[in-house]
């Protein structure tokens, strides 16, 4: 019998280990997960090409399938892309990132995550923080590409002040993820 | 003590439920989730020094408070939160959102002001973007606005009559009148004017018209289908009005917000155009399904509305020559295409396309 070695992402734990995120919106986020990848017919196991410093293939699982109550639900493509794309670049970051998801802050009807490898500060709690700016995209086309993105990403976070970034673009169609730090 | 910590931790809970009540349409609870999130977001803020040193803290925390404060529609406390935020050494990402939170809440405050000036007949549209100056505007930006608007005029008045999508009144009520533009981002009134000697049907004024398209307007923004089809009550008439208010949205480049204010409301269209799909799901129906799906490009060229359905002719850069096919609620807005163009999403076999939908190209 084969044994692959392919590290996982396992969708059903984004609540996990995660204490920023309430029950309520990582149920939100899996959901939104599970209707992007039925979208292009996966079934669980896929494989995902995850870049960050180094390519690697990483195996998704999940459980439970899209219905058509959530299809209806979950119509606004655009949205449902971008939490999708926030669900797997907090697993990845939880599970293959050197950094730990610690805080949050509100940003109109979204949330911003900040990454921090360690902060023991419960005054200055962003002071040792890197910004997760994520971003989805559902198919890529000729004119909209996670190399793009990641550069249009990067041109709008002009390097300036203190504020580190790390930009995870998730692209379902094919699946692939590409994480960089500026 | 309590600290910044438990305090912000406590917020962002609270500000997630807010975003999960918004999302299952609960509205109100949602602003009062905001506003106990802002309360505390606020007070964490208020703990960290006002030094260089205490950045970024600082202005993230006074950013999400003012955020949470103009989600839960407290625009006076969100400039205040906002200008505490902006005084101390923001990072220049944060202060630039800072800057941007500040533009939108001085745009809802000054919509809401503007409410109380409005005659009931009117509606005002609002445009902001990258290509709008202080009263100035590119014709083709403010020219597919107006006309979106008219033909929701017109055909929201023939619906609320009883009209049959594609009918025509016996006799025409209103006229649309255009009010000088004015000052502000670019805002241009309109007025619908009971033509002279016309007489209303009993119970019947344009403030009902102006009424419902303002719910419908809501409805396109809040991406809930069921009721609108329910309130346009055809097809047709959902088809066409989603399709206008699509081409009224702003496109999240040049124009990146559109309002629309009556003497009673006012709604924001947030949705980018390209978010507003016109043929859903549900209305893509089997047997297109099975038809061949085609996209063609190519400058739209003739139309023909002889037949039940519009026909409408495409050609391409080889000058091949494809039919469109138009259902009727989408026949005002392919025409805003004529002689542009465009690449076409449909269905169909050889040079016949059922139309699905299209863009425009440079």
Known sequence: MAINNYLKIDIDTVGHGIPVLVEGVAAYYKESCIICLDHHSYSTGVLMMVSYGIEKEVQVFWTGEATDKMRKAYRDMKRTTDNAACAFALLIMRDHGNYGIEQASADGSTIDYYLSSTNDDDTLIFNYSARLEVSGILSETEHNTTKKRIQAKKKRLKKDGNLKDIIVVVCFNPLKTEVIEV | ?362
């Open chain 2, 1 to 362: 003590m309590t600290t910044v910590r438990e305090l912000h931790n406590k917020a962002m809970l609270l500000a997630q439920e807010a975003i999960i009540a918004k999302e299952q349409g609960d509205r109100e609870n949602s602003e009062i989730l905001a506003r106990q999130a802002c309360q505390l977001e606020e007070q964490a803020a208020n703990m960290v020094p006002f030094s260089e040193n205490s950045e970024p803290t600082r202005s993230i925390l006074y950013k999400s408070a003012a955020s949470l404060a103009y989600q839960s529609k407290d625009f006076d406390k969100a400039n205040r939160l906002i200008i505490q935020g902006l005084s101390g050494f923001p990072p220049y990402q944060i202060e630039e959102e800072l800057n941007n939170l500040f533009d939108q809440v001085r745009f809802e405050r000054n919509l809401r002001t503007r409410e109380a000036f409005i005659d009931s007949d009117a509606i005002e549209i609002t445009i902001k973007g990258d290509s709008v100056g202080s009263g100035i505007i590119p014709y083709s930006e403010l020219k597919k606005r107006i006309d979106g608007m008219v033909s929701i005029f017109d055909k929201t008045t023939l619906r609320l009559l009883q009209g049959q999508f594609g009918t025509r009144l016996k006799q025409k009520l209103f006229e649309p009148l255009i009010e000088a533009p004015k000052a502000g981002s670019f805002i241009v009134g309109m007025k619908l004017e009971v033509l002279p000697n016309k007489q209303l049907p009993l119970l019947f004024n344009a403030e009902i018209v102006i009424n419902e398209i303002m719910l419908g307007i809501e409805r396109v923004n809040n991406n809930d289908e069921v009721s609108l089809r329910e309130q346009m009550g055809s097809n047709d008439y959902y088809s066409h009005f989603v399709s206008m208010t699509q081409e009224m949205a702003p496109d999240g480049k040049k124009i990146n917000l559109v309002a629309f204010t009556s003497r009673n409301k006012t709604v924001n269209l947030t949705r980018n155009r390209d978010d507003i799909p016109i043929v859903t799901i549900a209305e893509t129906d089997k047997e297109q399904e099975k038809e061949t799906a085609i996209v063609v490009e190519g400058v739209l060229d003739y139309a023909n509305s002889q037949n039940k359905k519009s026909e409408m002719g495409l050609t391409t850069d080889n000058n091949e020559q494809y039919t469109i096919t138009v259902d009727a609620g989408l026949e005002d807005y392919v025409r805003g295409y004529y002689k542009r163009y465009v690449r076409i999403y449909g269905t169909g076999i050889n040079k016949q396309i059922h139309f699905i939908r299209l863009e425009e190209l440079d």
